[in-house]
């Protein structure tokens, strides 16, 4: 992973368009492609970025760019669309690398874990003609639990938890955010999934769009004759 600090302005070009000022910023260039930009507010959420698969290459400025003050361009291409994140950089503050190595991923505790199993053999819990894409779809913030299409072909991301809270919501929303603009899979619908939502969680999700399903968890197991329901 490498970690670059640097004054620079970013432009976004492809299915959206945005244009980040000169200003300084965190860089983060992971190994699968992918570029985030980040900036000293906002907690987590990058201010633009480029999911993989993508490719990072390094460019000489023209005159005019380097009369601007540019040093080098970062060129981040989506390797199926034509989306690019073009990075020019006006001085490098800080630079570091090193290799994190395998991660094991998130640890779900057994009861998530085997709900998103069981969710997954049992797609259709999610709709009449829903079928499984995969899960842990892995995204440039974190894994969904679950990717599937409806019976239209449209896609739909679902967030698994035990209890499901404001938070679990907000976590659902942001992958929402980011898999939207990914032109293959969007449009994408939330489905917010728990054994038990809280009011707030579920007013929350129904003010973005986001479905509630109530999972039983035991007749998910086939212990009782119980039906998940659908709010």
């Not at 981040?76 to 991660?103: C, F, N, P």
């Not at 299409?149 to 896609?155: I, K, L, P, T, V």
């Not at 969680?201 to 659908?230: F, K, Q, S, W």
């Amino acid at each position: 992973m490498r970690l670059v600090i640097a004054k620079c302005s970013v432009d976004y070009a492809g299915r959206l368009s945005a244009h980040l000022p000169l200003a300084t910023r965190l860089l983060i260039h992971k190994n699968d492609g992918s570029l985030l930009v980040h900036s000293d507010g906002g907690s987590y959420k990058p201010l633009n970025w480029m999911s993989p698969p993508c490719s990072l290459t390094v460019h000489e400025p023209d005159d005019d760019q380097r009369a601007a003050g540019v040093t080098a361009l970062w060129r981040v291409t989506h390797a199926k669309t034509a989306d690019m994140l073009v990075v020019s950089i006006h001085e490098v503050v800080h630079e570091t690398a090193h290799e994190l190595g395998l991660d094991p991923g998130l640890q779900k505790d057994g009861v998530e874990a085997h709900l998103q199993k069981l969710l997954a053999e049992q797609i259709a819990l999610l709709g009449e003609g829903t079928t499984l894409v995969r899960r842990e779809y892995m995204t440039a913030i974190g894994p969904v639990d679950i990717l599937a299409r409806d019976a239209s072909g449209a896609s739909l991301a679902v967030e698994i938890k035990r209890r499901g809270g404001i938070d679990g919501v907000e976590q659902l929303t942001r992958y929402l955010e980011l898999m939207n603009r990914d032109p293959l899979l969007a449009p994408v619908a939330g489905v917010f999934a728990a054994q038990e939502i809280t009011p707030q969680a579920r007013t929350l999700a129904e003010d973005r769009g986001i479905r509630c399903l109530l999972l039983d968890y035991d007749a998910m197991r086939g212990l009782d004759d119980g039906v998940p329901r659908l709010f």
